[in-house]
Structures are given as C-alpha cells and as structure tokens.
C-alpha cells in the first residue's frame, strides 16, 4: 500500500482554506487504521478538523469508530479509524482522512505522513509507504 494525497500540492492565500485528502493506493483486506500521525508547519497552518474518508465505510459498514487529535501548538495531528468487529476488511485505493486547514502564515511547507499502522480483517500488520504534499501560502 502507499500513501498519496489529493491535490499533489495545495495553495492558498492567508486566512484560505486548504482541504488535503490523504489517500491509501492498493491496500487490501485493511480491517483499520491504527495511527496516521501527520506533521506540518504550525506557524503556516491550523488544522481545523480531520474527518473519516470513505475507505473504510465504501461497502456501506457507517459505524467507523474515530479518534482524533489535533495539536495546533506543535504542528501535529493524529487519527485512528476502526471498523467494526466482525465486518470483513477493504481493497482498493481511496481516501482515508480528509484534513480541513486554515492558512495562516506565509511560505512554503508540506503536510507529512510521519507514521502509519495499518492491519488487516485478522490483526496481520499492512506495510505503506508514506508521503508529504507540498503546501505553499504566497
């Protein structure tokens, strides 16, 4: 499995919205998300919200347990989805958190994907490579 985001690069001006979809390529029989820990400049952007995507929920299982946590001071950010006991694992490629952003200083960053621990529908580890966007607020 890898890592991609959606757009490939974001911009906005001060006070702007940037929205990044981070996105799994390829994974198969993924059961859950046991930690995406994300790192980015925390004098360029706020981290608003970080939502489920729709990976994890495609086949129509709705009752993805979510934890989050956002620390704006320091510039990271954490979510853990899991599916629901019992229900079978996803394949495919798609978007797992969407991440809602705020501009608020000038430059040029990125938003990075510092660890990732996914496993499968029987607790079997899935390897991913991860990734960064680049971010730029003129």
């Known amino acids: 499995a890898r890592v991609t985001f959606a757009p490939a690069a974001a911009m906005a001006a001060e006070g ?16 859950e998300v046991s930690s995406l820990q994300l790192k980015y400049d925390a004098n360029q952007l706020r981290l608003n ?10 086949d129509g299982v709705t ?18 989805l899991t599916r ?33 621990e996914l496993h499968a529908n029987g607790g079997q580890p899935i390897n991913a490579a991860l990734g960064e966007v680049p971010v730029t607020v003129p």
């Open 16 to 31: 702007g919205a940037i929205t990044i979809s981070v996105q799994l390529e390829n994974v198969a029989n993924l059961a």
């Open 49 to 58: 919200d970080i939502l489920p995507g729709n990976l994890l929920s495609r």
């Open 63 to 80: 009752a993805v347990n979510t934890v989050k946590d956002i620390r704006n001071d320091v510039g990271e950010a954490s979510i853990s």
């Open 84 to 116: 629901p006991a019992g229900s079978a694992g996803v394949s495919g490629s798609g978007p797992v958190a969407i991440l809602n952003f705020t501009a608020i200083g000038s430059g040029m960053g990125s938003v990075r994907v510092t660890a990732l």
